[in-house]
């Protein structure tokens, strides 16, 4: 099996539209490695990515210092200098291996249980009401900014227990926690990301030391704060990363999918006008289509793993400490799983055979809530609108970033009930 086959995940054309090149690679270079790049590889049928997800012994989640956000070296100093009024980094849930990560995941399972995850259910439903109703009749709006950003950022912040006074401030935690991810950042983006991620974690370090003064009923800060049943407790340093994947993890997904859902449906719409009916109507077609929208946008288009030793995947011998972007966006259009995966279909019969949330240990652990708020929007914007109006879909553009896909917004036209 070739691993030679060029292309560029940073070229401008493979952050718009990196379908057609993923689609090359599965069928000629399955495991290849970027050109250029000694130390990155490519994965991207559903079998081997699948594969690597479950191996996370060889495939490992934690990256070595040096390999982790190093910044241009004509502004090294003054990143440095920023860095060293916060904290130093430690891994979280998503970057580290068993037992620490089995130990964090053990903490973490508290608020997303059934049970957690149905109480959340009846405010998030009221939330989305209120968003949606406040949607303009006849005019053109940034569906993003009223509400597929809100939404998610307003339920991380409830299940966090995270004043409403950082709402604002929080999406732009988030964003800088990913800035890098996939993206190549110029240097004013890189100091306006330490500046970020500095007040994330000067805030969060009060509001820790306010929920272990003061704990309160029901909220994530105040769980992780307490003593686990041995008496052992997170230090700061552990919690601040901790938290900040959170707000990550509970956020980045949804924005991302809920934007695409509403283009996918905008394209439904052209060829069936009671589409918004059927979502309003039909839970089971609601439930798929919040499925395929995932499966087809895979927002989080893949997460890196590092080799632990000389790995062999699909016949194809990788050195110890590549890095390895194992390509979720890829896998989930692989047409030895999905039939004529290019195409939308929400009553696809195994749609949730997708690794968008990813598989194995690292599951994301966010996804109940993720198909919950997708659900409940979907919903709420069935019962108020019969069309969102995609206005100059030619226009749209994604991000630069071959990590993270999604739109810097999405103008559409109400058309409410």
Request: some cysteine; hydrophobic content about 45%.
């Amino acid at each position: 099996m070739t691993t030679t086959f060029a292309f560029d995940p940073h070229a401008p054309a493979f952050y718009q539209d990196p379908y057609p090149t993923y689609a090359q690679l599965r069928s000629q270079a399955p495991v290849a490695r970027v050109p250029g790049d000694s130390e990155l590889w490519f994965v991207t049928t559903w079998e081997l990515v699948r594969e690597a997800l479950m191996d996370p012994r060889r495939f490992s989640y934690v990256f070595p210092p040096a390999r982790r956000d190093t910044p241009p070296p004509e502004i090294a100093a003054e990143v440095e200098a920023l860095r060293a009024q916060g904290l130093p980094y430690a891994s979280a849930l998503g970057t580290s291996d068993p037992p620490l990560h089995t130990r964090y995941r053990r903490m973490v399972n508290r608020a997303f249980t059934p049970r957690a995850l149905a109480a959340m259910e009846a405010p998030v439903q009221d939330v989305v009401r209120d968003l949606v109703a406040a949607l303009p009749d006849g005019e053109v709006i940034d569906i993003m900014e009223r509400l597929t950003i809100p939404l998610p950022v307003w339920a991380i912040m409830r299940i966090l227990g995270v004043d409403d006074a950082y709402r604002g401030e929080l999406r732009q935690w988030s964003a800088a926690a990913t800035a890098a991810m996939g993206s190549k950042l110029t240097p004013e983006q890189w100091l306006q990301t330490e500046r970020d991620t500095l007040r994330f974690q000067q805030v969060m370090r009060e509001l820790l030391a306010e929920h272990r003064a003061n704990p309160r009923e029901g909220d994530l800060l105040s769980a992780l704060v307490a003593p686990d049943e041995d008496g052992n407790a997170l230090s700061d340093l552990e919690l601040v990363w901790f938290v900040r994947e959170l707000v990550v993890a509970g956020n980045e997904t949804t924005v991302r999918s809920l934007a695409a859902m509403v283009l996918d449906i905008d394209a439904l719409h052209a060829k069936d006008p009671l589409v918004w009916d059927r979502l309003r109507d039909d839970e089971a077609y609601r439930r798929g289509v919040v499925e395929e929208s995932i499966r087809m946008a895979a927002p989080v288009m893949g997460l890196w793993r590092v080799t632990t030793e000389d790995v062999e995947l699909g016949g194809v011998r990788i050195p110890t400490g590549a890095s390895v972007f194992l390509a979720y966006g890829s896998a989930n259009r692989d047409d030895a799983v999905f039939d004529d995966p290019d195409t939308y279909d929400p009553e696809r019969a195994n749609v949730r055979e997708h690794l968008a949330f990813g598989h194995g240990i690292h599951v994301c652990i966010g996804a109940g809530l993720a198909r919950m708020e997708s659900s409940a929007a979907l919903l709420a914007l069935g019962r108020a609108v019969t069309s969102l109006e995609v206005i100059d879909r030619d226009s749209l553009r994604y991000e630069p970033s071959y990590g993270l896909r999604g739109l810097y917004d999405l103008p559409v036209r109400v058309h409410r009930r």
